[in-house]
């Protein structure tokens, strides 16, 4: 009984009115994928904010939310969509299309990931692929959050461990809309969640911007009209024989999309953890074995339940072989005009902080090593403690350490049991 993961990041070349096919080798077939992208020539940083997360799974559902921005001084600078596709690809937000749509298949040996472009371009896509004999199930549903209160999805089929949320995803692709909204939540329980939303809005030469992140929720929507306020806000209550139930607290006038991916089978954690205010190895102790795949997510900021006007999202993910990479999509902040928008793309980071104003970096992390109790991060920090969430995937299997095997044990029997007592 295995649990199997690979993190990775694929360029996808595009040309106008033709389709393509990229043939991803594994050393195992993937039940589930998680996907984010921008388009961009090549690694580091790049001007425009054309991206998008996705996630599918073998034989159930795929889908996923993308966006543009532009610094086109025009009323339709910012646009978002939704697609029941594993990847699409936004044009110019004042042509507001699809330029490339993307769909996953499996096989024993990877995934394949097939698409149709629009115009030319180079699309750079990060993955990370969970598969193995002990993730015995995997599913991928949508919802809507249209009302507050309580909301139960049943009829998964299995119990679910871990639960992945991307708000404004979900549904077949209808026409874009005007403003951006993306952000992703992940829980293995009501006590332990987090998420982080980004909103933006753009007219007649002036912004607002809003992010949020929580760690009592799966949904975070901010609120555009008035800083402070939250838009939607869902926290998880319960993990359910076949689903799961979330508390809507608040809910926008207009439903919300909401597409989730249910995994059980192996062994989760979800929690927080905060760079240090000086460089050097921060290690978390607080997962409780040694993954075999993270999934990490930040907006860059110290941890607070306020909403801030920040627009920064940084989603990144690394595996057991070390192999690690991270996307940062953002806007400039508090409403400076033009917007700017930039992407910038890392192979090796976990965790990066984009300087919204210029397109440098505030602090990074790089994965230093998977331990037996988690993983370990080398920072480069700038003196603030920035939060960041994460997802750790593991076998059942996975190493614990000495004495969290031992816990329970009387410390007489201990003793007798250290080979070296």
Same mark, same amino acid.
């Given at each position: 009984?295995?649990?199997?993961?690979?993190?990775? *990041?694929?360029?996808?070349?595009?040309?106008?009115?033709?389709? &393509?096919?990229?043939?991803?080798?594994?050393? !195992?077939?993937?039940?589930?994928?998680?996907?984010?992208?921008?388009?961009?020539?090549?690694?580091?940083?790049?001007?425009?904010?054309?991206?998008?997360?996705?996630?599918?799974?073998?034989?159930? #559902?795929?889908?996923?939310?993308?966006? /543009?921005?532009?610094?086109?001084?025009?009323?339709?600078?910012?646009?978002?969509?939704?697609?029941?596709?594993?990847?699409?690809?936004?044009?110019?937000?004042? #042509?507001?299309?699809?330029?490339?749509?993307?769909?996953?298949?499996?096989?024993?040996?990877?995934?394949?990931?097939?698409?149709?472009?629009?115009?030319?371009?180079?699309?750079?896509?990060?993955?990370?692929?969970?598969?193995?004999?002990?993730?015995?199930?995997?599913?991928?549903?949508?919802?809507?959050?249209?009302?507050?209160?309580?909301?139960? +999805?049943?009829?998964?089929? !299995?119990?679910?461990?871990?639960?992945? $949320?991307?708000? &404004?995803?979900?549904?077949?692709?209808?026409?874009?809309?005007?403003?951006?909204?993306?952000?992703?939540?992940?829980?293995?329980?009501?006590?332990?969640?987090?998420?982080?939303?980004?909103? =933006?809005?753009?007219?007649?030469?002036?912004?607002?911007?809003?992010?949020?992140?929580?760690?009592?929720? +799966?949904?975070? *929507?901010?609120?555009?009209?008035?800083?402070?306020?939250?838009?939607?806000?869902?926290?998880?209550?319960?993990?359910?024989?076949?689903?799961?139930?979330?508390?809507?607290?608040?809910? /926008?006038?207009?439903?919300?999309?909401?597409?989730?991916?249910?995994?059980?089978?192996?062994?989760?954690?979800?929690?927080?953890?905060?760079?240090?205010?000086?460089?050097?190895?921060?290690?978390?102790?607080?997962?409780?074995?040694?993954?075999?795949?993270?999934?990490? $997510?930040?907006?860059?900021?110290?941890?607070?339940?306020?909403?801030?006007?920040?627009?920064?999202?940084?989603?990144?993910?690394?595996?057991?072989?070390?192999? =690690?990479?991270?996307?940062?999509?953002?806007?400039?902040?508090?409403?400076?005009?033009?917007?700017?928008?930039?992407?910038?793309?890392?192979?090796?980071? *976990? *965790?990066?902080?984009?300087?919204?104003?210029?397109?440098?970096?505030?602090?990074?992390?790089?994965?230093?090593?998977?331990?037996?109790?988690? $993983?370990?991060?080398?920072?480069?920090?700038?003196?603030?403690?920035?939060?960041?969430?994460?997802?750790?995937?593991?076998?059942? =299997?996975?190493?614990?350490?000495?004495?969290?095997?031992?816990?329970?044990?009387?410390?007489?029997?201990?003793?007798?049991?250290?080979? $070296?007592?």
């Amino acid at each position: 009984m295995t649990f199997e993961a690979a993190k990775g *990041v694929l360029a996808i070349v595009s040309r106008a009115s033709r389709s &393509g096919r990229h043939v991803e080798e594994l050393p !195992f077939r993937p039940r589930a994928l998680v996907l984010w992208w921008s388009r961009q020539t090549t690694l580091g940083v790049a001007s425009g904010n054309r991206g998008g997360i996705g996630i599918a799974v073998d034989g159930s #559902e795929q889908t996923c939310s993308a966006w /543009a921005a532009d610094d086109a001084l025009a009323p339709a600078t910012l646009m978002q969509v939704t697609s029941d596709t594993a990847l699409v690809g936004m044009e110019d937000a004042a #042509e507001p299309r699809a330029a490339l749509r993307g769909v996953v298949s499996y096989n024993d040996r990877g995934f394949v990931l097939s698409w149709s472009g629009g115009v030319d371009g180079v699309w750079h896509v990060h993955y990370l692929a969970l598969g193995g004999s002990e993730l015995h199930s995997a599913a991928v549903g949508t919802l809507a959050l249209d009302r507050p209160g309580g909301r139960s +999805v049943t009829g998964l089929g !299995f119990a679910p461990e871990l639960l992945l $949320f991307l708000p &404004g995803a979900g549904g077949a692709e209808a026409e874009p809309t005007a403003g951006l909204s993306y952000g992703v939540g992940v829980t293995t329980g009501a006590t332990r969640q987090a998420a982080v939303g980004v909103v =933006a809005q753009a007219s007649g030469g002036t912004s607002v911007v809003r992010s949020g992140q929580r760690t009592d929720a +799966v949904v975070v *929507v901010p609120e555009v009209e008035s800083l402070g306020e939250l838009g939607v806000l869902a926290r998880l209550t319960s993990l359910d024989p076949s689903g799961f139930t979330l508390d809507v607290s608040r809910a /926008a006038p207009e439903p919300l999309p909401l597409a989730y991916l249910a995994l059980a089978g192996g062994r989760y954690a979800a929690g927080t953890d905060t760079a240090p205010r000086t460089s050097g190895r921060s290690k978390t102790g607080s997962v409780g074995f040694e993954p075999a795949a993270l999934l990490t $997510f930040s907006w860059g900021l110290a941890g607070s339940a306020d909403v801030k006007d920040i627009p920064r999202l940084c989603v990144g993910g690394a595996d057991r072989r070390g192999n =690690a990479g991270c996307l940062s999509w953002a806007v400039r902040s508090r409403g400076v005009w033009p917007l700017e928008p930039r992407v910038r793309s890392a192979d090796g980071s *976990v *965790v990066e902080v984009m300087d919204t104003e210029s397109g440098n970096l505030h602090a990074r992390a790089v994965l230093d090593g998977i331990r037996p109790h988690g $993983f370990t991060l080398d920072w480069d920090a700038d003196g603030t403690r920035r939060q960041f969430a994460y997802a750790a995937f593991a076998s059942e =299997a996975a190493r614990t350490p000495l004495l969290r095997r031992l816990a329970g044990v009387p410390r007489r029997r201990r003793m007798l049991r250290l080979p $070296f007592a």
